[in-house]
């Protein structure tokens, strides 16, 4: 079984940009499709995003559609989670999260749906 490690994340300010990055080593992430989640201090986890094993389908949180995109590259086995437009609020730990699936369009935003994550990186959002 492959792990999932996350890089990216820090101290930006409001308005600011971040990239985080999600790599299977260990295996692929070709037969998963990819979700990332998140908690802020405090407050239970979250559903952030997700999208589907072939990349064609995403799905958001309403809090931060417009300003998030996530991405996939399989042939790199790595899952991106593109943050514009940064606020306060945003502050968290962001995982990443894998499910197995056959189903190539499908994607999945309940955290119980997901068998794989990672280790967690923080955001912080400065004002």
């Known amino acids: 079984q492959g792990q999932l490690v996350q890089y990216g994340g820090g101290l930006v300010q409001a308005g600011d940009s971040l990239r985080l990055s999600c790599a299977a080593s260990g295996g692929t992430d070709t037969d998963y499709a990819m979700g990332w989640f998140r908690q802020a201090p405090g407050k239970e986890r979250e559903f952030v995003g997700a999208?589907?094993?072939?990349?064609?389908?995403?799905y958001y949180n309403d809090s931060v559609k417009g300003r998030f995109t996530i991405s996939r590259d399989n042939a790199k086995n790595t899952v991106y989670l593109q943050m514009n437009r940064l606020k306060p609020v945003d502050t968290a730990v962001y995982f990443c999260?894998?499910?197995?699936?056959?189903?190539?369009?499908?994607?999945?935003?309940?955290?119980?749906?997901?068998?794989?994550w990672g280790q967690g990186t923080r955001v912080t959002v400065s004002s």
């Open positions: 999260a894998a499910r197995r699936t056959y189903m190539a369009s499908t994607y999945y935003y309940r955290d119980g749906e997901y068998s794989y």
């Open positions: 999208i589907s094993r072939n990349g064609g389908v995403t």
